[in-house]
């Protein structure tokens, strides 16, 4: 496992690569890579405050969006798996570190102006097989995900494989979500249920207004996540094509002392 503990563009023998022209960070700072050919891609105006991105395979993406407005910054744990991606879009924010893992082929969406709190989970699989004794299948395949744009997920939710959430939609504190929510509800409990259909939210913290302030303030409001909820507006699930060309150069992925012998032995022979 190669681990990397700054954020600069890179490439190595084995495929992996990070594309970056951003400022170099090295604070809080973890990038491991444990297969090939995986891609990391983090927009040079990502607002980076901690980041651990963890390739468990080969041919994993991981895009990361920028951050152009006032946000919390971005705080993740991610990880991707063979055939897997990844993708968070742009002005995200997180309170606190946002674990976001997929793994066996599926993907993992994550909409602009989404809002984390802290202790979040986002995970298409539950890390562990589980079999039905009399047929010996699997009954937990992972699952992709997608979080739709402007949505709250409230403090120590987790969201499952198989879920999309609608825009403008509110996940309550403690959910798991494991199906589909529309636009602009909220959403609560465990499993997660539409109890408040026709709803909008926005940004600023109440913490400092006074007694029966008129909200939103002027220039608050965000009109195009202003909507009535739709049953039919859930996003769809993408599919993660695998690349075209998997295969290995056989040499190429070997250990570097490994190759050098090689190419000696090579041109021993040829002398």
């Not at 990844?86 to 993907?107: P, Y």
């Not at 997660?192 to 303030?217: F, G, H, K």
């Amino acid at each position: 496992m190669l681990r990397l503990y700054k954020l600069e563009r890179y490439k190595d023998d084995q495929g992996n690569q990070i594309v970056y022209d951003g400022e170099i960070r090295e604070n809080k700072i973890d990038i491991r890579f444990k297969g090939s050919n995986n891609t990391l891609t983090i927009s040079p105006e990502a607002d980076i405050k901690d980041l651990l991105v963890t390739f468990s395979g080969d041919n994993g993406q991981i895009e990361i969006g920028p951050t152009t407005k006032k946000r919390a910054g971005l705080r993740f744990e991610l990880r991707c798996g063979h055939e897997s991606r990844i993708r968070i879009g742009e002005n995200v924010g997180c309170a606190g570190r946002t674990f976001i893992s997929a793994v066996e082929g599926v993907s993992v969406s994550i909409g602009d102006d989404v809002m984390f709190a802290k202790n979040i989970e986002v995970r298409g699989d539950d890390t562990h097989p589980i079999f039905d004794v009399r047929t010996e299948k699997r009954v937990n395949p992972s699952q992709s995900i997608v979080v739709g744009e402007h949505v709250w997920i409230a403090k120590h939710a987790v969201v499952m494989g198989g879920a999309a959430i609608g825009n403008g939609s509110v996940i309550g504190f403690r959910s798991i979500v494991t199906s589909s929510i529309p636009n602009n509800c909220v959403a609560v409990g465990a499993p997660a249920r539409v109890v408040r259909r026709d709803i909008a939210w926005e940004r600023p913290e109440v913490v400092s207004r006074r007694p029966n302030e008129q909200y939103p303030r002027k220039g608050e409001k965000t009109p195009q996540y202003w909507n009535l909820t739709d049953d039919a507006a859930i996003p769809e699930k993408p599919r993660v094509r695998p690349r075209t060309d998997t295969r290995r150069r056989p040499a190429r992925y070997l250990p570097a002392p490994v190759r050098r012998l090689a190419r000696k032995l090579l041109s021993s022979r040829r002398d």
